[in-house]
Protein backbone atom coordinates (compact mmCIF):
# COMPACT_ATOMS: atom_id res chain seq x y z
CA UNK A 1 0.00 0.00 0.00
CA UNK A 2 0.87 3.51 -0.88
CA UNK A 3 0.78 6.73 0.81
CA UNK A 4 -0.53 9.67 -1.64
CA UNK A 5 2.24 12.33 -1.71
CA UNK A 6 1.74 15.04 0.71
CA UNK A 7 1.05 18.52 -1.61
CA UNK A 8 3.85 21.08 -1.45
CA UNK A 9 3.49 23.99 0.44
CA UNK A 10 3.46 26.92 -1.33
CA UNK A 11 6.53 29.10 -1.67
CA UNK A 12 7.01 31.73 0.53
CA UNK A 13 7.18 34.49 -2.51
CA UNK A 14 3.71 33.06 -3.66
CA UNK A 15 2.40 33.25 0.26
CA UNK A 16 3.56 36.99 0.39
CA UNK A 17 1.50 37.78 -3.15
CA UNK A 18 -1.66 35.93 -1.67
CA UNK A 19 -1.12 38.18 1.57
CA UNK A 20 -0.74 41.35 -0.39
CA UNK A 21 -3.90 40.40 -2.92
CA UNK A 22 -5.81 39.73 0.55
CA UNK A 23 -4.48 43.09 2.13
CA UNK A 24 -5.51 45.04 -0.97
CA UNK A 25 -8.83 43.60 -1.22
CA UNK A 26 -9.53 44.14 2.07
CA UNK A 27 -8.98 47.67 2.00
CA UNK A 28 -11.19 47.74 -1.32
CA UNK A 29 -14.10 46.73 0.11
CA UNK A 30 -13.38 49.62 2.91
CA UNK A 31 -12.81 52.01 0.02
CA UNK A 32 -16.63 51.19 -1.85
CA UNK A 33 -17.82 51.53 1.63
CA UNK A 34 -16.46 54.72 1.87
CA UNK A 35 -17.61 56.03 -1.39
CA UNK A 36 -21.12 54.67 -0.91
CA UNK A 37 -21.23 56.59 2.72
CA UNK A 38 -19.62 59.84 0.94
CA UNK A 39 -22.46 59.87 -1.80
CA UNK A 40 -25.43 59.26 0.93
CA UNK A 41 -24.30 61.70 2.86
CA UNK A 42 -23.80 64.52 -0.08
CA UNK A 43 -27.25 63.20 -1.11
CA UNK A 44 -28.59 64.34 2.29
CA UNK A 45 -29.80 60.72 3.51
CA UNK A 46 -30.50 60.12 7.26
CA UNK A 47 -27.39 59.03 8.92
CA UNK A 48 -28.72 55.86 9.98
CA UNK A 49 -29.29 54.87 6.77
CA UNK A 50 -25.85 55.93 6.04
CA UNK A 51 -24.53 53.41 8.64
CA UNK A 52 -27.15 50.62 8.22
CA UNK A 53 -26.77 50.55 4.31
CA UNK A 54 -22.68 50.99 4.23
CA UNK A 55 -22.43 48.05 7.00
CA UNK A 56 -24.68 45.70 5.21
CA UNK A 57 -22.58 46.17 1.52
CA UNK A 58 -19.37 45.91 3.80
CA UNK A 59 -20.12 42.98 5.31
CA UNK A 60 -21.89 41.43 1.83
CA UNK A 61 -18.69 42.14 0.36
CA UNK A 62 -17.13 40.45 3.13
CA UNK A 63 -18.60 37.62 3.12
CA UNK A 64 -17.83 37.24 -0.96
CA UNK A 65 -14.33 37.78 -0.65
CA UNK A 66 -13.60 35.57 1.75
CA UNK A 67 -15.06 32.77 -0.08
CA UNK A 68 -12.87 33.78 -2.84
CA UNK A 69 -9.87 34.13 -1.16
CA UNK A 70 -10.48 30.59 0.96
CA UNK A 71 -8.90 28.65 -2.07
Known amino acids: MTD ?3 PAK ?3 SARAKLGLVRGFAW ?3 FG ?3 ALGA ?4 AGVAGWII ?10 L ?4 RRSLEG
Open 39 to 42: ILGA
Open 51 to 60: GLVVSALTVL
Open 27 to 29: LAV
Open 32 to 34: IGS
Open 4 to 6: APK
Open 62 to 65: GFFL
Open 10 to 12: PAK
